[in-house]
């Protein structure tokens, strides 16, 4: 039907059957990606918008309750759906904060000539391609108080001569764990960043060194917009990622001890699907409350990238003084 | 300003302070990649420490070398034993072969459904393409427990979860590759990316000779972008191999779990001998090490392809 009416108005005559032929052989090349999306996307997500709406018991029958999921999972702390949002939001911020600003400092140390560059450059991105699972592993071993085998506990007690630290059962410390983790295996948008800055214009960077600008002026008008979009869309992604973190604290403890500081949305969602029972409207209504936050986040990041856009645009008037 | 007064304020700098400028900028330059390999020497002492640890006794895992009585810089045994006792301990070789099950149908059908999508999104017109573009991409940023209870209670029905389903309940692990989902939307994205950057003329030159979408899509796309589909399947491998979320919900029988899931089981059983835990750490991370060297150019253009457009 659409097709016809698109047709209708594009092409004429013989074209019209060849304009046509040539929608139908597109949406016959984009039928995985076009089926895949409905099947897999959009009917589920509605359909997951209905479970929200009703009680669903063990037998799998539904029973229509309106907003009462919703009303529950913020009024009844037992859920612990708040605080599961709460250390989330926490860690997705801080841990984003972080990534970026560690990807961002290495892909300038990595932004000049020296021999042995692109090892680095491997170096860094390596653990990235690791499985999640090893690095919780890995981590975790590393971690662990000095009588289980935790080296820096090892090095803080006989190097420092300090107490050794908790960090896997510390409601604090258990988060240095996580965000090691999440530092330790950032190394794409190491990668990303190093290739965008050789977008840089070399012209404008001199340009600044001519007019006695220092690495900080040289950051901030040239190398800085250049970068921006680009940082922008990992700022984004990364959120998003941290938001869902998922197997890092399934390694540390599956039940989000210590005192449910792990107990993330997405262990969350998992434990009231799979494993509690009668629960699944109450996961539905969260599942959709976390989509809303995710899409309230990136609302608000994208209005604040749009803001500061007048900003960003001065450099090029003073470009055009320096030339 | 113009160009004449910087000319003079360069005159005005002696020889001998200019000299001295830039050895300053050199020092700092120097301090910078000091800085920077120790950076690097930071982030691969945790990959050598698992390589190490997975060799080592018992005792050098609680007493390592360096605080050891005394000191040294290598663990005095090596033990390769490790390894054969990791292995036993799970049924290594099964997990391996369904961890191949999953993946290569996943990687396989991934390379065809995204590229064959890819290429309606950049060469063909038909209607509403803008829209459902957007669409499909957008489905890289949604979270994924929000079509999670639906997922699981259509694959329910269609008889597709269950160690006594269809490929031992694995299909639900193996199906979004097929369709582009749950995340695969992302390669669709750059294989189109990619395609956009051929020249039109090529096809349009093929299509006067009488050639079709399909003819031009086998015989011209696919061996151009060659670099871009690599990328996918390295991408793709990692992506599936790692998985663990899915894996974890759709798998539920010992006889299906695949090698990630495995070392998961381990971790949360036996907490004692770790050196064996990390020995199996080694063998689960090894396929995605080994292909990362292999491939490490394409990874870096992959990456690079990804991230600049987004």
């Given at each position: 039907?659409?097709t016809?009416?698109?047709?209708?108005?594009?092409?004429?005559?013989?074209?019209?059957?060849?304009?046509?032929?040539?929608?139908?052989t597109?949406?016959?090349?984009?039928?995985?990606?076009?089926?895949?999306?409905?099947?897999?996307?959009?009917?589920?997500?509605?359909?997951?918008?209905?479970?929200s709406?009703?009680?669903?018991?063990?037998?799998g029958?539904?029973?229509w309750?309106?907003?009462?999921?919703?009303?529950?999972?913020?009024?009844?702390?037992?859920?612990?759906f708040?605080k599961?949002?709460?250390?989330?939001i926490?860690?997705?911020?801080?841990?984003?904060?972080?990534?970026?600003?560690?990807?961002?400092?290495?892909?300038?140390?990595?932004?000049?000539k020296f021999?042995?560059?692109n090892?680095?450059?491997?170096?860094?991105?390596?653990?990235?391609?690791i499985?999640?699972?090893s690095t919780?592993?890995?981590?975790k071993?590393?971690?662990?108080?000095?009588?289980?085998?935790g080296?820096?506990?090892?090095?803080?007690?006989?190097?420092?001569?300090?107490?050794?630290?908790?960090?896997?059962?510390?409601?604090?410390?258990?988060?240095v764990?996580?965000?090691?983790?999440g530092?330790?295996?950032?190394?794409?948008?190491?990668v990303?960043?190093?290739a965008?800055?050789?977008?840089v214009?070399?012209?404008?960077?001199e340009?600044?060194e001519?007019?006695?600008?220092?690495?900080w002026?040289?950051?901030?008008?040239?190398?800085?917009?250049?970068?921006k979009?680009?940082?922008?869309f990992q700022?984004?992604?990364?959120?998003?990622?941290?938001?869902?973190?998922?197997?890092?604290s399934?390694?540390?403890?599956?039940?989000g001890?210590?005192?449910?500081?792990?107990?993330?949305?997405?262990?969350?969602?998992?434990?009231?699907?799979?494993?509690?029972?009668?629960?699944?409207g109450?996961a539905a209504?969260?599942?959709?409350?976390?989509?809303?936050?995710?899409l309230?986040?990136?609302?608000?990041?994208?209005?604040?990238?749009?803001?500061l856009?007048?900003?960003?645009d001065?450099p090029?008037?003073r470009?055009?003084?320096?030339? | 300003?113009?160009?004449?007064?910087?000319?003079?304020n360069t005159?005005?700098?002696?020889?001998g302070?200019?000299?001295?400028?830039?050895?300053?900028?050199?020092?700092?330059n120097t301090?910078?990649i000091?800085?920077?390999?120790?950076?690097?020497?930071?982030?691969?002492?945790?990959?050598?420490?698992?390589?190490?640890?997975s060799?080592v006794?018992?005792?050098?895992?609680?007493?390592?070398?360096?605080?050891?009585?005394?000191?040294?810089?290598?663990?005095?045994v090596?033990?390769?034993v490790?390894?054969?006792l990791?292995?036993e301990?799970?049924?290594?070789?099964?997990?391996?072969?369904?961890?191949?099950?999953?993946?290569?149908p996943?990687?396989?059908?991934?390379?065809l459904?995204?590229?064959?999508?890819?290429?309606?999104?950049?060469?063909?017109?038909?209607?509403?393409?803008?829209?459902?573009?957007?669409l499909?991409?957008?489905?890289?940023?949604l979270?994924?427990?929000?079509?999670?209870?639906?997922?699981?209670?259509?694959?329910t029905k269609m008889?597709?979860?269950?160690?006594d389903?269809?490929?031992?309940?694995?299909l639900?692990?193996i199906?979004?590759?097929?369709?582009?989902?749950?995340?695969?939307a992302?390669f669709?994205?750059?294989?189109?990316?990619?395609?956009?950057t051929?020249?039109?003329?090529?096809?349009?030159?093929?299509?006067?000779?009488?050639?079709g979408h399909?003819?031009?899509?086998?015989?011209?796309?696919?061996?151009l972008?060659?670099?871009?589909?690599?990328?996918?399947g390295?991408?793709?491998?990692?992506?599936?191999?790692?998985?663990?979320?899915?894996?974890i919900?759709y798998?539920?029988g010992?006889?299906v779990?695949?090698?990630?899931?495995?070392l998961?089981?381990?971790?949360g059983?036996?907490?004692t001998?770790?050196?064996?835990?990390?020995?199996?750490a080694v063998?689960?991370?090894?396929?995605?090490?080994l292909?990362?060297?292999?491939?490490?150019?394409y990874?870096?253009?992959?990456?690079?392809?990804?991230?600049?457009?987004?």
């Amino acid at each position: 039907m659409q097709t016809s009416a698109l047709t209708k108005r594009s092409f004429g005559g013989r074209k019209n059957i060849r304009g046509r032929r040539e929608g139908a052989t597109g949406y016959l090349f984009a039928f995985p990606a076009i089926f895949g999306f409905l099947l897999l996307t959009l009917y589920p997500m509605a359909t997951s918008l209905f479970y929200s709406f009703n009680k669903i018991d063990l037998q799998g029958n539904m029973e229509w309750v309106g907003l009462q999921n919703y009303v529950e999972i913020f009024s009844n702390p037992s859920i612990g759906f708040l605080k599961s949002m709460q250390v989330t939001i926490l860690y997705a911020f801080i841990n984003t904060f972080l990534i970026i600003v560690f990807c961002l400092v290495v892909a300038l140390l990595l932004n000049r000539k020296f021999r042995m560059r692109n090892l680095l450059r491997a170096i860094f991105y390596l653990p990235a391609v690791i499985p999640m699972i090893s690095t919780a592993i890995l981590w975790k071993l590393l971690l662990q108080n000095a009588a289980g085998g935790g080296l820096i506990n090892q090095f803080i007690m006989k190097v420092l001569h300090l107490p050794q630290l908790n960090f896997l059962t510390d409601v604090r410390l258990v988060f240095v764990v996580l965000f090691a983790m999440g530092l330790w295996t950032c190394g794409g948008t190491i990668v990303v960043l190093l290739a965008t800055l050789q977008d840089v214009p070399r012209n404008l960077i001199e340009a600044v060194e001519l007019d006695g600008g220092n690495a900080w002026h040289k950051f901030r008008y040239v190398t800085y917009p250049t970068i921006k979009p680009v940082l922008f869309f990992q700022l984004i992604m990364c959120i998003i990622t941290s938001m869902q973190v998922f197997t890092q604290s399934m390694v540390l403890s599956s039940n989000g001890a210590p005192n449910r500081m792990t107990y993330f949305i997405n262990i969350m969602i998992y434990d009231h699907s799979f494993k509690q029972s009668g629960m699944k409207g109450i996961a539905a209504a969260e599942a959709w409350a976390v989509f809303f936050t995710i899409l309230i986040i990136t609302s608000v990041l994208f209005y604040f990238q749009g803001a500061l856009r007048p900003d960003s645009d001065r450099p090029k008037k003073r470009r055009g003084g320096i030339k | 300003m113009n160009k004449g007064s910087y000319a003079d304020n360069t005159a005005l700098y002696s020889y001998g302070k200019l000299s001295r400028l830039n050895r300053r900028r050199k020092a700092i330059n120097t301090a910078l990649i000091v800085l920077v390999f120790l950076l690097a020497i930071l982030v691969a002492f945790p990959l050598y420490w698992m390589v190490r640890c997975s060799l080592v006794s018992k005792s050098a895992l609680t007493v390592p070398e360096y605080f050891a009585d005394p000191p040294g810089i290598f663990p005095k045994v090596i033990q390769w034993v490790n390894y054969t006792l990791g292995m036993e301990r799970i049924n290594f070789f099964q997990q391996l072969l369904n961890s191949l099950i999953i993946t290569i149908p996943y990687v396989l059908g991934n390379l065809l459904t995204t590229s064959v999508s890819a290429y309606a999104f950049a060469r063909i017109r038909f209607p509403l393409r803008g829209m459902w573009f957007a669409l499909v991409i957008s489905t890289m940023m949604l979270p994924c427990a929000v079509t999670l209870l639906p997922q699981y209670a259509m694959y329910t029905k269609m008889g597709l979860v269950g160690t006594d389903a269809i490929l031992g309940g694995r299909l639900p692990l193996i199906l979004p590759a097929l369709f582009c989902a749950s995340g695969n939307a992302y390669f669709v994205f750059l294989l189109r990316q990619f395609m956009m950057t051929i020249p039109v003329e090529i096809d349009e030159a093929a299509r006067i000779d009488g050639a079709g979408h399909i003819r031009i899509f086998i015989n011209i796309m696919l061996p151009l972008i060659r670099p871009a589909l690599i990328v996918v399947g390295l991408f793709s491998f990692i992506n599936c191999w790692n998985e663990f979320f899915y894996s974890i919900i759709y798998l539920q029988g010992e006889k299906v779990y695949t090698l990630t899931l495995g070392l998961y089981i381990i971790n949360g059983v036996h907490i004692t001998n770790y050196e064996q835990v990390m020995a199996l750490a080694v063998l689960v991370s090894a396929p995605c090490l080994l292909l990362f060297l292999i491939g490490n150019k394409y990874f870096v253009e992959g990456i690079k392809l990804s991230g600049i457009k987004g």
